[in-house]
């Protein structure tokens, strides 16, 4: 069975910096393009940021470009997000998904919270 | 960007009830090149991570119950569960894959 297991979240002060990670199992973790999605509390659903299977393609929303970074381990079958600069609006869980264009499978997510 | 309304924002019915709910794209979501409209939606029930529901608008995601159907073309589209059934409480979001991606604000439905 597909599994994204995701970690890495908590507190963190405003202008703070985070790393995320997304374990993946079950599936040929290097064969596929990957995503974090977010959603803030309460809020709906708002994409962060993509890279395809062998990392040549990346895209971030204008929310965080400049701010995170997206990158894959693809021998450890890990995705991770680098967050830096963070604000409160920032604060959300965090999920990843697997996909190109679709997420059809998403991780139980990783709460950030940043505030002071 | 191409932005996504839904409507209602929620809604409640009763078991056995058919629910159909709205999601309009600011542009059109209609690919020329392979008549392909990339819309998908996705459920959310509370307290668990989006599912996949209905892709290229109205193709079922595998392991679907058949109540759950997408429609619509262009910038206009439709979920529609024929039967409301009480495990189907959830959010609702529409989502856009043609240009970047985008997810509609979410319908929420509640069971009576």
């Known amino acids: 069975d597909v599994q994204l297991v995701e970690s890495g979240g908590g507190l963190v002060q405003p202008g703070g910096s985070r790393k995320l990670s997304c374990a993946a199992s079950?599936?040929?973790?290097?064969?596929?393009?990957m995503h974090w999605v977010r959603q803030a509390p309460e809020k709906g659903l708002e994409w962060v940021a993509y890279i395809s299977s062998g990392s040549s393609t990346i895209y971030y929303a204008d929310t965080v470009k400049g701010r995170f970074t997206i990158s894959r381990d693809n021998p450890k079958n890990t995705l991770f997000l680098q967050m830096t600069s963070l604000r409160s609006e920032d604060t959300a869980m965090y999920y990843c998904a697997r996909g190109e264009v679709l997420f059809a499978y998403w991780g139980q997510g990783t709460l950030v919270t940043v505030s002071a | 960007n191409i932005m996504m309304t839904q409507s209602p924002s929620s809604l409640a019915v009763s078991a056995g009830e058919k629910v159909t709910m709205s999601c309009k794209s600011s542009?059109?979501?209609?690919?020329?090149?392979?008549?392909?409209?990339?819309l998908a939606w996705y459920q959310q029930k509370p307290g668990q991570s989006p599912k996949l529901l209905i892709y290229w608008a109205s193709t079922r995601e595998s392991g679907v119950p058949d109540r759950f159907t997408g429609s619509g073309s262009g910038t206009d589209f439709t979920l529609t569960i024929s039967s409301v059934q009480a495990e189907d409480l959830a959010v609702y979001y529409c989502?856009?894959?043609?240009?970047?991606?985008?997810f509609g604000s979410g319908t929420k439905l509640e069971i009576k």
């Open positions: 542009q059109s979501v209609l690919y020329s090149s392979n008549q392909k409209n990339y």
């Open positions: 989502h856009q894959y043609l240009s970047s991606f985008t």
């Open positions: 079950g599936f040929t973790f290097s064969s596929f393009g």
